[in-house]
């Protein structure tokens, strides 16, 4: 069983940073591709970003290209998510993802919220 616990949400100014991470476990974990999803007050869950397993490929959401950051630590079974600039629209509870393969990626956890305050 698939278990991920978030952290590193919170309240922050717009144009701030926060470095979110995750931390799974009940995986083989340097197999999976891993991922983080975001869903907005009163919106459905949206892509945010994912990386392969070895850390070589990453792909984000036109949104926050350029000013977030996705890595991974196959030897702590974490994955990060560093986020910069931020928006009052990037203001979402944050999900943690894991898979197998891209199509495969699901949130687990029970996210972490992020605030930004305009």
């Known amino acids: 069983q698939v278990h991920v616990v978030e952290s590193g949400g919170g309240l922050v100014q717009a144009g701030g940073s926060l470095s979110l991470s995750c931390v799974a476990s009940?995986?083989?974990?340097?197999?999976?591709?891993m991922g983080w999803f975001r869903q907005a007050p009163g919106k459905g869950r949206e892509f945010v970003a994912r990386?392969?397993?070895?850390?070589?490929?990453?792909d984000y959401a036109d949104s926050v290209k350029g000013r977030f950051t996705i890595s991974r630590d196959n030897t702590r079974n974490v994955v990060y998510l560093q986020m910069n600039s931020l928006k009052p629209e990037d203001m979402a509870v944050y999900y943690c993802a894991a898979g197998m393969t891209v199509a495969a990626l699901k949130c687990w956890g029970q996210g972490t919220r992020v605030t930004v305050s305009s």
């Open positions: 990386i392969n397993w070895n850390g070589a490929r990453t």
């Open positions: 009940g995986i083989s974990f340097s197999s999976y591709y």
